[in-house]
């Protein structure tokens, strides 16, 4: 029960209240932090349209593991 009305005293504090913009201004990327995510970035995206690439790497190991 009482885990139920913290339930909704938070959705109602989330959910039914006004918005009054961010708490904090998030201050914006830096050329230097871009050059260093602009791969990672293509790595994530590279590797969720061709999975195949991670699994042909790590399959002779999990064979051999497993064998």
Same mark, same amino acid.
């Given at each position: 029960v ?7 005293? $938070? ?30 970035? $293509?790595l994530i ?11 042909? $790497? ?10």
């Amino acid at each position: 029960v009482i885990t139920a009305g913290y339930f909704l005293w $938070m959705l109602q504090r989330v959910i039914l209240q006004t918005y009054h913009g961010p708490a904090i201004e998030l201050p914006r990327i830096s050329f230097r932090e871009l050059v260093y995510l602009a791969p990672l970035i $293509m790595l994530i995206i590279l590797i969720g349209i061709y999975p195949g690439i991670a699994l042909e $790497m790590i399959n002779s190991t999990v064979l051999a593991i497993l064998g």
